[in-house]
C-alpha cells in the first residue's frame, strides 16, 4: 500500500516567514469487498497417487483491471500427514478495489525425489507474487510444464468472485465466506461451506 504525505508550507505575511502546517492523518485504507476463506479438506492415504507428494504449496492468485491489482499471494506449504487429516483454512483474502476474481492454487510433485531442484524453483519463483507471472501458473495448470516437472501435480479452483455468498456471509472478517475445496485422486471440488463444525474450525462466526 502505498501512503503520501503532502507537506503544506504557507506564506505568513509580508515578514516572508513561512510554517509548515500539521502533517494530515494517513488516509484509511481502501474500502474492501467481502472477505474469502479456502478450506482444503480431503481424502488422501498412504495409497493415493497424490500422496507421493511430500508436501503442498499453496497460493492465491489475484486476477484484477490492471498489473497493480493482480499478482499471486503464497500462503505457505501442508505437509502431506496435514492434507487429508486436518481442515486447512488458507485464510482470509479481502477483495480490494479493482480486484475482480481469485482463483487457489495447490502445487504438489508426486516425484519430488527427482524432481526436488526444479519444484523448489517453480514455489519459491512463484512466491515472488509478481503478476507477470500468473503465465507460469498458467502452464502449471494446464500440465505445459512436465518435461522438466514430470511429477508436477497442479490443483486449481478456477477463477471466482469472492464477493458472492449463497448464505449471506462475507460482510466482516468474523462472517467470512467459507468455501470447501476439496481433492482426491480423481475428484475435485469447490463450494460454499456453511456447517458450523467447518466454520468454527476456521476461527469464523
Known amino acids: 500500500m502505498r501512503r503520501f504525505r503532502f507537506l503544506v508550507v504557507a506564506l505568513l505575511s509580508a515578514c516572508s ?6 502533517i494530515p492523518s494517513p488516509a484509511p485504507p481502501p474500502p ?46 501442508v505437509g502431506r500427514a496435514e492434507v487429508g487429516r486436518f481442515a486447512h483454512c488458507i485464510g482470509t483474502a479481502g477483495q480490494l478495489p479493482g480486484e475482480r476474481q481469485l482463483a487457489y492454487l495447490a502445487l504438489g510433485d508426486t516425484m519430488y525425489s527427482a524432481d526436488s531442484i526444479a519444484f523448489s524453483a517453480l514455489e519459491n519463483l512463484l512466491a515472488q507474487g ?34 458472492i455468498s ?28 456453511s456447517s458450523h463444525v467447518a466454520l468454527n474450525a476456521c476461527g469464523l462466526n
Open 32 to 77: 474492501m469487498d467481502p472477505y474469502v476463506v479456502g478450506l482444503v479438506t480431503d481424502s488422501l492415504t498412504p495409497s493415493s497417487r497424490l500422496y507421493q507428494a511430500p508436501w503442498w504449496a499453496f497460493y492465491i492468485i489475484v486476477v484484477g483491471a490492471d498489473a497493480n491489482h493482480s499478482g499471486i499471494a503464497f500462503q505457505g506449504t
Open 166 to 193: 449463497i448464505y449471506g456471509r462475507g460482510a466482516t472478517a468474523s462472517t467470512a465466506i467459507l468455501r470447501r475445496w476439496g481433492w482426491t485422486d480423481g475428484t475435485r471440488t469447490f463450494a460454499e461451506e
Open 17 to 22: 516567514k513561512s510554517a509548515m502546517a500539521p
Open 130 to 163: 509478481a503478476d507477470s507471472l500468473r503465465s507460469l501458473a498458467d502452464s502449471a495448470v494446464l500440465g505445459l510444464l512436465h518435461t522438466r516437472l514430470p511429477g508436477l501435480v497442479a490443483i486449481w479452483t478456477g477463477l471466482f468472485n469472492p464477493t
